[in-house]
């Protein structure tokens, strides 16, 4: 629509219709987003093997409704995420065909098998965490790349950490998940030479204040070589690990 | 220049030099600041009263010797807040014919007198608040407002602040400073029928945490018709009060 | 009756029956309200187009039904603002029309329509914040202002703000509404040459803590021209909003 | 009993049962409570004309009931702050007498009447904060206090305030309760010569963050003559205020 | 003055030369202030025994020395709290006579001895406190209390504390100040049945964040008949101790 | 396992199967956690008289049936933490011999007595500590430690707590839980010399934050010989506890 | 001289020159510290090995040179901590045998070499926490314990911590110094059955947040069998240390 | 010198001058870090290219020296980060062929020039974050990656960015320093599909807090692909930048 509106415009100056200085007039009052939005939808092409990721709180289920049978009519992959009881409840019962995934809390749609490609590592410390890996787990499959999980190697017991550590070599990129004291992405940080995303959560209690304690030994990692996403975002960590798992090769070229 | 480009474009297209689709790529990959910045600048336009400021810390003394300059150069009107002593100093001998509001930290250059309008008037409850007062005061008054400064008037003296009700009345808004609790924009705005913009001061001690007290107090003001700036922003206030002040009549007409 | 109060002492001190002196003893404790209400009540004149505006929590349920039963009895305009679930049950069954507005959980009632005049403009960022917009929304319309919402306009798509920009420039006042990180009026402040409140929103998980982050994004706002109310405080910014589109031309004249 | 015990020593020493010496060394290890608590019993006199307050939360309703019956029993005078709905149910139900305070949610039991002396004013802004204000009234009545309460008289109604003025200067105390910013204390100190008892409340939403915001306003009151107790803390400023209003003359002699 | 118009006004009237009418609409815009400042005045004759009370920071030294000098010219008491080193100097030199007291950074002159009346008792745990401590004595003797000072009976030492309690209960007033974990002012209410203004400190290091954790711990003290000041406010807790000290027997009669 | 693999090498070399560069290469790429896990588990055995603890929020009931009934089939000891009341009657139900403590909530299988040693003291000052004081005595009781429990000697009463020290004195370690001004530890540090383990509760409202209080207080405790464990920590407490309590001999001897 | 009183009384008693029941009054008024006094003596006489320990800020040279003094003439032991450099330099000159140990800031003196017994092991991760651990080292061997120091042992470096093991279950207790992260408590406590006592430091910066990010991190610790004591506290961590340390054997029989 | 010692183990096997089992017990104890450290070194490798990196604070001048020296020593890269004046000069003197980058506090040693891979693109919005971009820059360069800065494109000015879209899509990741409301990260991942580093500066005034308030917004991102280092980490971000931007191809193979 808008290239054609443009492409107008260039005829009508190729034509003589439209002199270049009355075009220039046009094309100066021309709407942002016409040329943003093509633009912006070029390099979204890059985009293309992503479901499109639909943050569920804040909108009514009758909302929510409308989103998925439009994503299922056009069999578009989708995931819904941080949905209520509520609303899994009635979005099943009208689209039997949806993929629940409890405690990540996810529900999800993907038209065809893909294939995965590059190892993302997901580590954990604990049961209490499993939502928040499960959300990142998902999430990382639905985008595409292989995934395997560790939870259970906690600081409190290296242990059973130490002895994966050949494995985890073989992952591009490490998802570390951790409530508590937080201090995970640092120990793995320490033993492998892999960007670490770090997840704090917000289980724990007292002192922990909802995520905030991890939230700030992650930030303070001693080990270099990690960054933190917002408390319980395994959707968010997910979708940072996918970007770096699957990075083109180097670009080349030039712009305009 | 970019006018040019684009000029040159659509005449090589008139001229059938180039294709409309060729053109059209051409278009696509045009930077958008070029086309932006044309339509940012008319709209920019009705700034042009206004002074350029200039934040000062951060900024090395030769950065800001380099930047005075290039406005004493062109006759701009300037102003350089939160100046250091030592830029100061180093400022008013290289450019002796910069104005130096020493309470308020500025620097400043104003190439010619012009007609103020619209009264801001501008509270504060104590002597400690007036750095910021000032920083309000000069700030509104090179952007071309009327300025009325009334200190002492804190709410544990309302019997000053109530005589001067009559005359507040008569400003068109109110930029209320305050440390401490930080109470004072709620007496205001109670008691007048303007926009309150409510400016929080650092100055305080103990549980004051900085200005934080005040901020949440303003934050909380119970009489509607108050916004707060940050903490100490006597700057933000007084520029946020001039463009209310000086909004122009209700805009008609159509976009493009 | 106030008046009356003084009207008669006055007019014993014209009959004679009453000395100065003991007329200056009555005076002296006249209590303060009959004088301050009449001149407060003579400036709040300006305000005579506002509905009454009622804050709905730690009323019971009873205490809500006198209100408004007091208002509706005189006509006179009302908005109870954050009703809960149950006072709306209780007071729609009781006064069915009453306006209810679901998601703004506000109870109103308008009187008779009136004109609108100047265009306020309420942008945010996703379908999250929809019930503050409304709040916003409907309070602002009750005050008596055009207003224009535009939901879907956040930092992570600018091309969907952009080509927006040329309909904002119309507005008179911006009320711009973000939970996550906030980061929407500066955006906009920097684009438009308009005063812009920002409302903080709660919506939001983990670091977010319940609106802070916002909170603090949009009180560190880089481009000026941008104050803060509280957070999820859509009618408060409606209230500011409302004062400033409806500023009174320039006044003149002295005060007693 | 403890006395019992010294009693008995000193007899067997005065028996020649017992040597000083042996006595000593028994009285060296005598455990310090039984002094003590005679001295603190002592000194205790004082508050004979309170009764006891049992803090609710966190008492099984079985604990309270043995607590009540107790009291009862003894015809002692009684109050339980805090109480939940259900205990107030179930105690209700088995000590009909008892009464109870809704709004306060305090369970009380008042011997007889006593003579209130003094008189003590609590002041509020609005209808919110009527819990804290019934709580420290209904204290303060039980405590033997004259109390007179003002709500409705907030920062930004000053108008409504001022005329009371005259009413309050004949409190000898003032408990001031405020929520949202919190400016109340500092504007009553300002106009009074008394000593205020500033309780900040959790109402307000937002940048309140439960109370803190007043709090922090209320520790940073720009009036001399406020001291602040915990938010919400109802009880806690009828209590000191009752210490303050009951202070006796000044007490002359020496300690032994 | 003000009574003067108000006479003239009603004299008029008498006279016949102003109509009841006429001078109800003069009575109407006769300025606050003036009725308003008449009043406090008068009440604020109950402080007459009062010294001034300065707030040194935020004030240039030149500022300092008007204020100074005015007072000393008509021989006024005064107190210039949390004075600077330099500012010290610069007064001393001009205004010998000044006392300084250097720990409790606070310079005074007081006309002449007065009287002072019930005993104000001060107490803190060790000589970190030390400049709050000497704050509040300064403070407290030149309002008129007689004062006596107690340091060195912390928590961890309660043998020191125990056996002064004799001598406590003399006290009328108890300011209690403590820094790091803030819990002497509870344990001394637990044994005094006086009111307790706690002063919490900002001396202590890491998670006492400046004062912070005896300011929260205090305002939770579980022994009622405390309530707070802000931290390092020695002049406040001596004010309001005063005020409680000083406190007139009960006020009777009515008002206007 | 492990010790095969590393004895079959070993034997190799003896046998001359396996030159020692190439045992060497194999021994290089053995993996961690067999050496690792053997020595960690050789160290575990000084842990052998406690029972497992089980952290039960985040952990679903089928999974929790799981763990309990691989622990009952091995008669193993038990202890679940911080159990819903939803699964404790599921648990309960399934496994009727386990011991619910439902102060506590805790859930726990002791196969047979075992002789209890060492006096490990815990103090509180009032009911409401109580869940935190149970969950304190329960697990130190199931770790194998003597426990007396002291509660209702909180700091505003401290004529209960000083006829306890001579019992006190014989205890080897003292767990402190305190909420409100958290001020017991240093009390009682001030009077024992003997390690005091302070636990912070929840318990209190408004400037409380949910333990923040306490938890800073104890953090500054001015006696020394006082530390602190997370907000509500019963069981923690009573793990440390009982590590100083059962402490060994000082260990002799040299390491490889 | 209590004692004597004491004596004095009950030899009035024996020789009937005092009735018991005048005995009785007379010792129900006996200041409290003196028998309280005596038997806190007594038990502290547990301490006598320990040398005194003062804390050297907000205290005067001055004041600090007789606190020395008064130590030096009787050859008593003595640590000041966290000695400013100006008294450090002060003191060594008026006190040459005094040891100073710069890295901790700490002024000692003792009289004798003491059998060292028992060993503490501190553990940190790097050069920056160099100050807090020093003080700890210093002041737990002035305690009387052996003490083992290992820095650079970090989370981020595991390989370096794991081959300690075995030299640290030689330890009776570990005090674990971290700024960052604070992860090395966690994991210590997990590798070791001996009581850990975690210490904070404030290096760092950012969100560290001058050690809050460390401290909650501990509070946090997955594993149990940790406790924390307050941000760069070496000295308390010592104290307790030594307390765990030098435990006696578990004490019998009753008390009086 | 430990395969040394593992190899003389082995050799004496098959030499049989010890048996398997004896050399089992001796393997068993052989310190951890020996094989540990093997293998670290091992995967290290892969950090062949990167400097070492040297935290400047808390070491003394001296330590800085001697660890400055054994880097030269041997031609080894070297960084250190966040060095003091008074250390850079101290070492520059010493050293003179050290580079010195200033704005970025860091001194360095490059033994020989590599070939920079992949672009990694640093923006920022002013020049008071220009230390941070500094330090992320020169790290960047001395890991081996290509380096583009883009400062002073904030989001007050997004016409200043939008038209460097185009180049910014030719870098494999984008470092994002932001002090103030820190939005830019959120603007720039929703435009371009490249990992975010987000950077928080803590150059900001009042409601900033050093930083808190970018670093809440970051975390807050409301477009994906953001993650977020410690406030003023530039090297972290760097470090970070460089693993992403260096990944490996996908590996492939078993672990042992």
Chains 1, 2, 3, 4, 5, 6, 7, 8 share one sequence.
Not at 29 to 45: C, I, M, N, Q, V
Not at 203 to 214: I, R, V
Request: net charge negative.
């Amino acid at each position: 629509m808008n290239q054609e509106t443009l492409r107008n415009l260039l005829e009508r100056v190729a034509r003589g219709e439209l002199s270049p200085e009355a075009a220039l007039e046009e094309l100066r009052f021309l709407p942002f987003e016409d040329l943003g939005f093509a633009r912006l939808d070029h390099h979204r092409g890059l985009r293309k093997h992503f479901p499109e990721v639909i943050y569920g709180p804040g909108k009514t289920v009758s909302e929510l409704k409308k989103i998925v049978a439009s994503f299922l009519e056009k069999d578009l992959p989708l995931l819904v995420t941080r949905v209520s009881p509520e609303a899994v409840e009635a979005l099943l019962r009208e689209f039997p065909t949806l993929e629940y995934h409890e405690r990540a809390r996810l529900l999800g749609h993907r038209p065809r098998e893909q294939e995965a490609r590059g190892l993302v590592a997901i580590l954990s410390g604990g049961t209490s965490d499993l939502p928040v890996v499960e959300e990142a787990r998902v999430c990382a499959e639905y985008f595409g790349n292989r995934v395997e999980v560790l939870t259970d190697v906690g600081v409190a017991g290296i242990h059973r950490l130490l002895p994966e550590v050949p494995k985890l070599r073989q992952a591009r990129v490490l998802i570390v998940v951790a409530g508590m004291e937080g201090a995970l992405p640092s120990l793995v940080a320490g033993l492998l030479d892999r960007p670490v995303i770090a997840v704090p959560t917000s289980t724990g209690y007292g002192a922990n204040f909802s995520g905030l304690a991890p939230l700030l030994a992650m930030l303070n990692a001693c080990a270099p070589g990690v960054a933190v996403v917002n408390i319980d975002n395994g959707f968010g960590a997910a979708y940072l690990a996918s970007l770096i798992n699957q990075l083109p090769e180097e670009v080349h070229g030039t712009h305009p």
